[in-house]
């Protein structure tokens, strides 16, 4: 098993920045993916970025530019920059784990999430 926590979420003026971070801890030789996926009230979740333990990265359309994802394997933490926040990018923020050996985008293909952090940009 593999257990994912969450933290860095908070509320923030359009324009401004957060860091989310992503600590991992359990069986995490098993993991190559790390992904950040977010979900607003009423929308499906969509993958924000995912990084795997090589340093691959893809994004969402949506935040290129502005977001960017990172990993410290030896702290086994991944990272959410986020950039010239904007009110749409308000949605609870979700971190996840997968073990295939390529870069995983789609979410019913993760093994493991986190429980969450909020973010709320106000305008």
């Known amino acids: 098993q593999v257990q994912l926590v969450e933290s860095g979420g908070g509320l923030v003026q359009a324009g401004g920045s957060l860091r989310l971070s992503c600590a991992a801890s359990g069986r995490i030789f098993s993991i190559n993916t790390l992904g950040w996926f977010r979900q607003a009230p009423g929308k499906q979740r969509d993958l924000v970025a995912a990084i795997t333990r090589g340093g691959t990265t893809t994004y969402a359309d949506s935040v290129k530019g502005r977001f960017t994802i990172s990993r410290d394997n030896a702290k086994n933490t991944a990272y959410l920059q986020m950039n010239s926040l904007k009110p749409e990018d308000t949605a609870v923020y979700y971190c996840?784990?997968?073990?295939?050996?390529?870069?995983?985008?789609?979410?019913?293909?993760?093994?493991?999430w986190g429980q969450g952090t909020q973010v709320t940009v106000s305008s």
């Open positions: 996840a784990a997968d073990k295939s050996l390529w870069l995983v985008r789609t979410k019913d293909e993760y093994d493991y």
